[in-house]
């Protein structure tokens, strides 16, 4: 489970176990030995806390204002900006914290069916549940697409358990949700809400997509896609037909 061989050299990380792709089981197991309310469900669930945040945090999200952006966000109260510097004092912060940590979990995945507009995802965390989220979350690459896998587009660095400074600039709470499109990089302070990660991926994904002609959507499963499109056909239809009073 634990690999030698794999390294977060380049982003100066430099935990004693690095744990790579585990599987369900593994992160279970990592689960109910490191983490002391985790248990499992009657159902065979894991059961973990994400302690004070229990959502996303929409108010303590920024983007990282550069001009080649500027014009393709919709920027306001949720689409908030930032600069440059501040990024890389939370991304610092993010680093040095998960350099504390004995064991620190990534999970490489494919975000994206389609093999020509997918992006390949790097999760860097320091919870077992945060790795079996996006385990479950993300497109999981075969043993040969992982060992070919490289560089990932975006990289995540989850260092929730760790408060952001709320006298940082730009900065209004203990939590920090910041996405850099220049440097490709996420980084999350202060919310251990694993569904950050996911609406961290899909903004990525709404951005990139429609500049590329391709439509994004969350559908999660054929059941709930045949039924949105039912819904969507009747509209037309209805629309077409003029039958809306």
């Known amino acids: 489970m634990s690999e030698t061989s794999f390294s977060l050299e380049e982003y100066?990380?430099?935990?004693?176990?690095?744990?790579?792709?585990?599987?369900?089981?593994?992160l279970y197991k990592e689960a109910l030995t490191y983490e002391a309310d985790a248990t499992i469900s009657s159902s065979g669930a894991l059961i973990v806390s994400s302690y004070e945040k229990t959502?996303?945090?929409?108010?303590?999200?920024?983007?990282?204002?550069?001009?080649?952006?500027?014009?393709?966000?919709?920027?306001?109260?949720?689409?908030?900006?930032?600069?440059?510097?501040t990024f890389m004092i939370a991304r610092g912060r993010a680093i040095n914290y998960l350099?504390?940590?004995?064991?620190?979990?990534?999970?490489?995945?494919?975000?994206?069916w389609d093999p020509k507009y997918r992006l390949k995802i790097r999760i860097v965390a320091t919870r077992p549940y945060h790795a079996l989220f996006m385990h479950n979350m993300l497109i999981r690459p075969s043993p040969e697409e992982l060992d070919d896998y490289g560089d990932p587009?975006?990289?995540?660095?989850?260092?929730?358990?760790?408060p952001a400074n709320p006298l940082t600039k730009h900065m209004t709470s203990r939590t920090s949700v910041e996405l850099s499109f220049d440097r490709k990089e996420f980084v999350i302070l202060g919310t251990e809400y694993a569904g950050e990660m996911k609406k961290g991926v899909f903004t990525i994904m709404n951005y990139?997509?429609?500049?590329?002609?391709?439509?994004?959507?969350?559908?999660?499963?054929?059941q709930r896609y045949r039924r949105i499109c039912s819904f969507v056909f009747w509209f037309i239809w209805n629309w077409q037909n003029h039958t809306f009073n």
């Open 12 to 26: 100066k990380i430099h935990p004693r176990t690095i744990i790579r792709n585990a599987s369900p089981s593994d």
């Open 55 to 85: 959502g996303r945090s929409p108010k303590d999200k920024r983007i990282v204002e550069y001009p080649d952006i500027m014009e393709d966000v919709w920027w306001g109260d949720i689409n908030i900006g930032m600069d440059e510097e």
């Open 208 to 222: 990139i997509m429609p500049k590329q002609g391709v439509l994004i959507n969350a559908l999660f499963s054929k």
């Open 153 to 162: 587009d975006y990289v995540i660095f989850n260092a929730g358990r760790f």
């Open 99 to 112: 350099n504390t940590c004995e064991r620190v979990y990534v999970v490489d995945g494919f975000a994206g």
